[in-house]
């Protein structure tokens, strides 16, 4: 970017909800935006729902599984912002720079997520907001994300384990 900054824009904002479908209602039917894919991540117990904003998403976040971290926010705190996304060009150069700038990151290292090669840094370091980095593949790589679900069936999140406490995890 011309201003130095690593962030290229905000990708996706996520919400946990008890379920997608549901929870894509007020999107549709309210602001008249379209729920425009789902995926399952069968790893992480979790269905994930993409709602298009103009060049943004809103990432909606089903738990499929009792034992995840968006079960266990749902528990603690009900349904609302899970956490926002950045997109970088390059997400382990990012995380090299801003960890020189005292970032930290839950995983040492990215990890694949629903929308490519993610980072997560804790909530108690950003005001109580659970931040992702994600390097998004291009038009030639999209091949390489999560296949959409077909309709009716379920799927789970890109979300890394995060911690059990702490101001921004309802701990």
């Known amino acids: 970017m011309a201003d130095g900054s690593l962030i290229t824009k905000l990708h996706h904002v996520a919400v946990a909800v008890e379920s997608v479908e ?13 729920l425009s894919r789902t995926i399952e991540l069968a790893d992480r117990g979790l269905k994930v729902g993409f709602i298009q904003a103009g060049d943004t998403e809103i990432e909606l976040l089903e738990p499929t599984s009792q034992e995840n971290t968006v079960r266990r926010f749902l528990d603690r705190r009900g349904p609302g912002l899970h956490h926002i996304c950045f997109q970088v060009d390059d997400v382990e150069a990012a995380m090299r720079e801003l960890g020189g700038r005292g970032a930290e990151f839950i995983d040492p290292v990215p990890r694949e997520g629903a929308v490519g090669l993610v980072a997560f840094m ?50």
């Open 22 to 34: 549901q929870g894509a209602q007020f999107y549709r039917d309210v602001l008249g935006l379209t």
């Open 122 to 171: 804790p909530p108690e370091s950003a005001s109580g907001v659970l931040v992702e980095l994600a390097q998004v593949p291009s038009p030639r790589e999209a091949h390489l994300l999560p296949a959409p679900l077909p309709q009716g069936e379920r799927g789970d999140s890109p979300l890394p384990p995060v911690r059990e406490k702490g101001p921004g995890d309802g701990g």
